[in-house]
């Protein structure tokens, strides 16, 4: 999809530099899916503790 932003210049080269990224567009669709990625691990949170999952780390980890 093509479109047009008004993006600060300084704030997209830091974030080009910072990621190892070469184009405008390969910086953006990171930060996008990081924002979608954190928007996701914030949801799970809220279970946090109410779920019973009945694991075992030591069995897991192979430590009878």
Known sequence: MRTTLDLPE???N???KVTNTDTKTAVIVKALEELV???K?????KYRGK???EINLN?????H
Request: proline share 0%; hydrophobic share 40%.
């Open 14 to 16: 830091e974030a080009m």
């Open 37 to 39: 990625r954190k928007s």
């Open 51 to 53: 779920i019973d999952l």
């Open 41 to 45: 691990i914030s949801g799970l949170k």
């Open 59 to 63: 069995e897991l980890r192979d430590r």
């Open 10 to 12: 300084n704030l997209l």
